[in-house]
Structure formats: C-alpha cells, structure tokens
C-alpha cells in the first residue's frame, strides 16, 4: 500500500521536474499562434502532477514489486543493452550469437542441441533472410 | 452506373490461377512477417513493390493487398502466444489473448482472432465494394475539427480501460501525451525534447515504444520468472479437452455483435485518412467490455476479447482503400504503398477510376474477397505451425522474440538508436506494469497523441477564438456529447457498479 501511495507522489514529482526544468530547457518559445510548442506538454504535465497528487493523497488499486525478480530482470536489461552495444561495435554476427548464449546460459539452458539452434542457427536464420534475401542491411 | 460486363469481365480476370497464386503468396509471407515482432506488413510490402514491377497491375496489387491481410492475421500470433504483439495494430489482442494461452487455451485463442479478423476484414471489403463513393463523401467531410471531436471522443472510450484507479489511469494517459509530443511541434516545427538526437525529430519511433512497452518488458518478466526448471514457453495440458482447441459455432455465433460493432468502428476508423487500427482496436474492446454482462472477466481471458480487438484492426484495412479509391487519398501506410504501386502501374487513383479502370477495380474487388478465404485456410494452417513452435523451451523461446524484436526496430527505425529507445521504454513499461498503471492506456494516449495535437492546432487556427464558429460543425458536437456521455458510462457508471459489486461482496 505505501509503494502504491508512494507511486502518485513519484508521478507528481516528476511532472514537476518536467514542468520546471525540462519543459523550459527543452522547447523554444514562440509568442504567436494559438498552439505553442509547450502548450501541449504543459496540460499533460499538469494532468499528472494533478491526477499524481490525487493517487497520493486517494490511493486506490495496488502496486506489487517483486524485488528478486525486478534485480533479475534488470539483469537482463542490461544483457540487452550490452548486446546492443556489442552490436555496435562489432556487427550483428559476433553480438547477436553472444547476446543469445549469454541469455540462455544465465537462463540455465545447457543442452547443446538448443543453445546450437538459439546461438548458430536463428542468427543465422535471421542473417539468410534480412541479409542475403531482403538485401537489407544488418547492424 | 458501372455495366455489370465490366464487374464480371473484372471478376474473371482476378479468378485465374494466376492471379489466385500471387494473393496467397503474399498472404502466407504477410502471416510470416507479421508474427515476426517488429517487421510487420507494411516493411514487407515496401520492400515487395520492386518485385511488383514486372507482374501486370492485377496480381502485383493483389499481392500486396495478400501482405497486408496475412499480416493482419500474423500479427495476432504472437501477441496471443507469448503475450508480444507482431504488429501495434495487435497490441490490444493481447488483453486477453494471452490469458487465454495460460489457461491452456492457445489454439482457440488464435482460431478465434483468426475467424474475427477474416469476418472484419470481409466485412468491411463488402462495405469497400458496396458503399465506397458515398462513404468516401462522407469520410471527407471530417475536417480538423470533427477529427478533434473523435479524438476526444476515442479519449474518453479509455475511460473504461484505466483498471481500479481513475487517478493513475490519468497519469499512464498523461503520460503517453507527454511522450507523444516529443519531436517537432506541429504548428512551428520547432524541436521539443530531443536532447541533441535528431533521430526524435520524427518523434519516438512507434514501433520502438510499442515493441518495448508491450513486448520486450513482458519478455524480460518472464525471463526473470525462469529459475530452474526450464518448460516450454506454452504449457497445453495432454488431456486437453477438444473445446479447448477448437472455437464450435455457437462459440462465435455468440460473438456476432461484437464482432459486428468492432467491424463497423474499425470500418468507420479506416474510411476516415489518418487513423490507425491500433485505435479501433482498442475502442472496440472498450465497447465489447463495457457491453458485456459480466466485464470483470475481460482481461482474464475473455473469448468476447480476442474477436472484438481482431474484426476491428483488420476492418481497418479494407476501410483504407475506400478514400484511397474514390479519391486518391491513402488513409495509412499501407494504404499510401498500394496507392504508389497503382501509380507505378500507370493508374491514377481518384474519383475517375471507376470510370476509366472499372474493370481492373472490380477485378481488384474479387481479389479482395478471394483474399479472406486464402487468409482463413492458410491461417488455419499456420496456427498449426506456430503453436507448435511455441512449445519449444521458453529458454529459447524469449531470448529468441528479444533478438527478433531488436532486429525488427532495427530494421523499422533504420538503426540501433530505434532499439535503445525500445529499451527505455521496456524498462518504463516494467515499472508501470508492476507498480499497477495501465500499460495499454498509455499506449492508446500515445498512438492518438500526435494527432491530437495536430487536429487541436488546426481546429484552434479555423475557430481563431471565435467558438460560435463551432455551430458550424455539428458532427463535432455530437462527438464532443458522445465523449461527455462515455465518460460517465465507461468510467463513472463502471466505477459506481465496481464498488457497489465490493460492497455487497
């Protein structure tokens, strides 16, 4: 209940970071027309910061967050964003077959038949298809 | 008047083996790319015409009016099976698809979202070849600010999607606006929120935040779930009965209204020129719980669920071609790609085709309709095949749609910066998730943002202050007292049952 309630103040402050700070810094001003081009963010930041206040003040509905598993899917989070990178740095053939063998071994995938099919074969799969057949370009 | 010779010399010449081998074709790689997340039909088609330009005019726009259906259909597979939309137009299937899938029931799942989308989409190709000229008048005369008006209207339908808590339903709405102005305003083309990357100029790419919100945030859930043991990514009990399997008659006789309504939006969503089927989708869900005699079970699985999301985006495709036809504007993408490859035949879409290429057209027309038979007896077979491949180990299952999801942003957004911004909006799409906002309201918010603020800068300059000019639209004011009467109904009045119900519990 109070990671509920705390939720409606987390919204609130960030409506307020916005409507301060990043809506200021982050759009020009113009002083003609009717639609400016933070009239629009301003009334959804208003919205939150109003419905935000509300949720803390009125908390209804609930909130579960699983710590153990929210630590986990970070985890694979940051697999993905590391693979990405790799992708980057060194093309879709080397960080496309890391990103799959590191994922299914963490994972606890240890049979050899499917780790061959997720890290050699659906790369390559994707490679044939995008690659060599669309002749679209791959990171 | 069109002589009948022509509608039957056009039906002849779409019903040859020929013709027929060219629609299927292109419905069986629009069923393949459109359960791949992120590539979708539309990139299929793009990439498609080239290949179209040696085929005569028929059986190339036949061929990619099969990739827009079977994407229609593809799409729904993996958002029922692993709970990952294929394509945005799919996301709201998965309110209940996927609980389906948990309770064992795949394959009813998918057999339903099939047969709702070919009735959808046939109903809407009938109301395409019945009705076009006079609905395409009609659609025309939604101006900026009748499209204002439906979009507060399309808003206040959301109302009834925000769950148990009107407060953080208002934040996830708020929200997706917010997100949804990021690029260049509509009125100055000024920048807003981009932070030095000009890859937002365009906004955030859809496909990115759809894809990470709906799709990459579940699979990092379900991969964080995975401890131990490793099972198929989909678990069908062995003595499973045959109900479970197959969707009987009287199963979707008893949808037949809300399939009926969900087509009849989507159709209305597709005639009018930027709209998209993600929005009828979702309206039509909204109406089919609001509807519903007992609306608690929506969202745990809910057959009503799957047809009402399904006839409704598929409805859309057919819709599209009406103002594109009749007059030459394309109503979406997909609709712009036919409309190019028309041209690259020599054809000018506009109010003279019927006059000068009736035959073609109605020939079109029958291609149409063999489509949806093709579309339901490929699909019949390909969910089949996908329900099977789905109960290979979620070890490889997940790992395997992240990667694939990835490549598709990449390959929809036309580079890496795509799948950053997809991860950033899984992580978003996590917390929500976790913390009790609604997912699917934010997307809605996001998906009819742009255009609100579009149709709300154009409205504004017609009014210039002047609010008795509003008399002059009363389309926009019935919208605007519809909008004012679902509010209460989808939200107030749901809310006041929901605690009357607590109450006597």
């Known amino acids: 209940m109070i990671l509920n309630r705390l939720s409606g103040l987390f919204a609130a402050i960030v409506g307020i970071i916005l409507l301060f700070w990043v809506i200021p810094n982050h759009t020009e001003t113009v002083d003609y027309g009717w639609l400016r081009p933070a009239t629009l963010p301003k009334i959804t930041v208003f919205i939150i910061i109003i419905a935000g206040t509300v949720h803390f003040i009125f908390p209804r509905g609930t909130a579960e967050l699983d710590f153990a598993s929210a630590g986990r899917s970070a985890l694979f989070l940051g697999i993905g964003v590391a693979g990405l990178w790799l992708m980057n740095i060194s093309g879709f053939s080397i960080g496309a077959p890391v990103l799959m063998l590191a994922l299914m071994i963490i994972i606890g995938e240890r049979r050899w038949q499917w780790l061959l099919s997720g890290v050699i074969m659906l790369p390559a799969f994707i490679w044939l298809c995008v690659d060599y057949l669309l002749k679209r370009p791959l990171p | 008047m069109i002589d009948l010779n022509i509608i039957l010399a056009g039906f002849a010449d779409a019903f040859t083996l020929y013709n027929l081998f060219f629609v299927w074709f292109g419905i069986l790689i629009g069923q393949l ?35 827009n259906k079977g994407g229609l259909v593809g799409g729904a597979i993996p958002a029922i099976l692993i709970n990952t939309p294929g394509t945005p137009d799919a996301a709201a299937t998965t309110l209940d698809g996927y609980p389906m899938t948990k309770k064992g029931q795949p394959e009813k799942a998918t057999k339903m979202a099939l047969y709702a989308s070919v009735t959808g989409d046939a109903f809407s190709d009938i109301v395409l070849i019945t009705g076009a000229p006079l609905i395409a008048t009609v659609a025309l005369k939604m101006g900026p600010i009748e499209i204002f008006a439906l979009m507060i209207f399309a808003f206040s339908i959301i109302a009834g999607l925000v769950g148990d808590s009107m407060a953080k339903g208002i934040v996830t709405a708020g929200l997706g606006l917010f997100c949804a102005t990021i690029g260049l305003d509509p009125e100055n083309s000024t920048p807003r929120f981009i932070f030095g990357h000009f890859e937002l100029y365009d906004g955030v790419p859809l496909v990115s935040m759809a894809l990470g919100m709906l799709a990459v945030a579940e699979i990092f859930r379900r991969l964080s779930l995975i401890r131990g043991n490793i099972g198929a990514a989909v678990i069908v009990p062995k003595s499973q009965k045959k109900a479970d399997r ?7 006789w008893a949808c037949k209204y809300t399939i009926l309504r969900g087509s009849i939006i989507g159709t209305i969503m597709g005639a009018i020129p930027g709209l998209d089927s993600s929005a009828a989708a979702f309206m039509s869900y909204a109406t089919a719980k609001q509807a519903s005699k007992d609306p608690d079970s929506f969202g745990k699985g809910n057959i009503h669920g799957i047809a009402a999301t399904e006839s409704a985006n598929s409805s859309v495709s057919g819709a599209n071609l009406i103002p594109l036809l009749t007059l030459g504007i394309p109503g979406n993408i997909a609709a712009a790609l036919i409309i190019s490859a028309l041209m690259i035949h020599g054809i000018q879409p506009g109010p003279l085709l019927f006059k000068e290429q009736g035959q073609l057209i109605y020939g079109l027309f029958c291609s149409l309709l063999m489509a949806n038979v093709l579309n339901l007896f490929s699909g019949l077979v390909g969910l089949r095949l996908w329900t099977k491949v789905i109960k290979a180990p979620e070890s ?8 694939l999801c990835m490549i598709g ?17 899984a992580l978003l799409g996590y917390i ?44 926009a004011l019935v919208l605007f007292a519809l909008a004012l009467i679902s509010v209460y109904w989808f939200g107030l009045k749901s809310k006041k049952k929901i605690t009357a119900k607590n109450s006597k519990a």
């Open chain 2, 396 to 403: 490889i299952i997940f790992p395997a749609a992240l990667l």
């Open chain 2, 33 to 67: 790319v459109g359960a791949v997340p992120g590539v979708g039909p539309v990139m299929a088609m793009a990439i498609a015409i080239p290949f179209t330009f040696g085929l005569d005019p028929l059986p190339a726009i036949g061929f990619l009016v099969g990739v």
């Open chain 2, 246 to 252: 197959r969707v009987s008659w009287t199963e979707f």
């Open chain 2, 409 to 425: 942003v990449y390959l929809a957004t036309g580079g890496l910066f795509g799948v950053a911004v997809m991860f950033i909006f």
């Open chain 2, 432 to 475: 929500m998730n976790a913390l009790g906002y609604s997912v699917i309201v934010f997307v809605i918010a996001f998906f009819l943002g742009e255009r609100v603020e579009l149709s709300l800068s154009q409205s504004l300059n017609i009014i210039d202050g002047d609010l008795k000019i509003l008399l002059n639209h009363p389309v």
